[in-house]
């Protein structure tokens, strides 16, 4: 069952906030979303959290700057994902334009796994660094950094993942989720975070005089990156992630923006002009994350560290390419998952967990989420690793804290997962092949325990009706200039619609003409191939159909059912 639920409207604050001069839908659609006060949406740098709040950035300026002064190698370990991808470019770009002797590395997905192994730390052994610093990961990496102690080197770990009951022994950790901690934004990214340790090092340098007679490296040149790791990664869009975005969003607009970002933006048919926190998160990051899920995210790092724009624009069509057979695999994963659940009962489980022998590990999450999407379920996709284990990539519904659902079921049955780490909505985990049953039961059983029935029921908030003098092109751009995302949601209105005509496109795609008293609409869905019964109730994008040229309105369907 799926419930369409309108938002309510503190009527105080849309009040204030159309009393400020907002426009009276971005006045409603902000009150909403529990904004009080125009001053809170200003984006501007000066609102930005300091980077000596952020717990750690200090004690890492220091030792990085000492480094520098040395003429220390440093190595950075990145994640293989797009918001990994751009943590080390900002790392590595910040660090090269502060003078820094530095170099990085990325493990392999299949091979090596997530975050700084022993076996990763051999591997970055060969390089000779002096300082290792980590970027979206190493919170959890033990082992890991105790391998580098050994091997004498300095350790960084920049990171926002959840940490578990033991922290690494690292010189220095920055990860405003680590105890003790009190910087006010907890969902800032692993870019972010390195985004902070570099403010921190630059204001460590200039006071060393390290930039007397010389340029002070404009780091605001980076945003850009920051914006799109932070869009990628889906954290919450709170205020001080709202001003990265934004700023960054801004220099893209401005034609500031990377060489390997203007590439993508070029192969995805989109205008950096017109750059959206939707172009950032279903246009662009997705290209890169193909590098990290069918090959090596260096590719993706290459890409957004080079100032060559040649050379950017051909990592970028690689990068577009593994994108495309990235679609493909997921499609015929999507269609297995959906084959063996043509049964499923979504009234006796609360979970989902599949396995297919040949399902590939680089995209088990993303067919886990769409398998989420579906059935509003709580969902674990599991590829075959090596040594007869399993590796799962999960993804939940509100309500339930994935990683802390893994953490009970380890504290009941501590010989069951292998290793698992991740946040709130997302997580990953190792099992033994043989262990699959007792996990899918382990795991139903807990979350049956954790969430209510009604939470498992979907529900899509939605912005209520929206007035027939908005249905046009300029309230539709308004809307997508503006800062939406995980946790700050891009609107969605609901109504109820006569459907004139309907079609389908590409055989996969529903295309529509509704209407509502006299006014005709053009609408689709997406990957929906049934047909809509003659009056709907649906809830709905206001999106933009470029075709020739001509641009006009169009409603994007999220959902309906019969009216």
């Not at 529903?510 to 047909?531: D, P, Q, V, W």
Request: aromatic share 6%; hydrophobic share 45%.
């Amino acid at each position: 069952m799926t419930r369409i639920q309108p938002r309510s409207i503190p009527q105080q604050a849309f009040a204030r906030l159309a009393d400020a001069g907002l426009h009276p839908l971005l006045a409603r659609l902000y009150a909403a979303r529990g904004i009080a006060r125009a001053d809170e949406l200003d984006t501007s740098l000066k609102n930005l959290l300091p980077p000596e709040a952020l717990t750690g950035t200090a004690e890492a300026a220091i030792l990085l700057a000492d480094a520098i002064e040395a003429g220390a190698r440093m190595v950075i370990v990145a994640d293989y994902d797009c918001d990994g991808a751009t943590a080390c470019a900002v790392g590595v770009r910040a660090l090269r334009a502060f003078g820094a002797d530095v170099h990085y590395l990325v493990p392999d997905r299949v091979t090596l796994g997530y975050g700084l192994t022993p076996a990763m730390v051999e591997i970055a052994a060969r390089l000779e660094p002096d300082v290792l610093i980590t970027v979206d990961n190493g919170i959890a990496s033990v082992e890991g950094i105790a391998a580098a102690r050994a091997h004498g080197m300095a350790t960084v770990i920049t990171d926002h993942h959840l940490p578990g009951d033991v922290l690494p022994e690292a010189d220095v950790i920055v990860n405003p989720n680590q105890p003790g901690c009190d910087f006010p934004s907890k969902a800032l990214a692993g870019v972010g975070a390195m985004f902070y340790t570099m403010l921190a090092l630059r204001a460590e340098l200039r006071e060393r005089g390290a930039f007397a007679g010389a340029k002070e490296p404009n780091l605001a040149e980076l945003l850009d990156l920051v914006a799109l790791g932070t869009v990628a990664d889906v954290v919450k869009l709170d205020r001080n992630n709202r001003i990265l975005v934004a700023q960054g969003l801004a220099r893209m607009r401005a034609g500031r923006l990377q060489p390997g970002i203007r590439a993508l933006f070029g192969l995805a048919g989109r205008d950096p002009a017109r750059a959206s926190t939707m172009d950032l998160g279903f246009m662009i990051g997705p290209r890169l994350n193909a590098a990290g899920r069918l090959s090596d995210m260096s590719l993706g790092i290459e890409c957004l560290i080079t100032d060559d724009p040649g050379r950017a624009m051909n990592i970028a069509q690689e990068l577009d390419k593994l994108n495309r057979e990235r679609r493909s695999i997921e499609a015929g994963m999507q269609e297995e998952a959906l084959a063996r659940l043509a049964g499923f009962d979504a009234g006796n489980r609360a979970t989902v967990a599949l396995f297919e022998p040949d399902w590939h590990q680089g995209v088990i999450g993303i067919v886990a989420g769409r398998i989420k999407e579906r059935l509003h379920r709580p969902t674990i996709a599991f590829a075959r690793a090596s040594d007869g284990e399993l590796k799962g990539s999960g993804r939940s519904i509100p309500g339930l804290h994935l990683r802390d659902a893994l953490d009970l079921v380890t504290k009941r049955q501590p010989d069951l997962i292998v290793r698992f780490g991740g946040h709130a909505m997302a997580a990953g985990l190792t099992i033994r092949e043989s262990e699959l049953a007792r996990f899918d039961a382990a795991f139903e059983e807990v979350v049956g325990e954790l969430l209510e029935p009604a939470q498992l029921e979907r529900r899509i908030d939605t912005d209520g009706s929206l007035e027939s003098g908005y249905f046009a092109l300029d309230a539709a751009r308004m809307l997508d200039n503006e800062i939406w995302g995980q946790g700050f949601p891009a609107p969605l209105f609901d109504d109820v619609f006569r459907v004139e005509r309907q079609r389908l496109l590409k055989d996969k795609h529903l295309k529509l003409e509704l209407a509502r008293g006299s006014t005709r609409y053009e609408a689709i869905r997406f990957n929906h191939a049934e047909g809509a019964a003659g009056q709907i109730h649906a809830a709905f994008r206001l999106g933009i159909n470029e075709y020739n040229g001509v641009a006009s309105v169009q409603l994007m369907l999220e959902h309906f059912e019969a009216a």
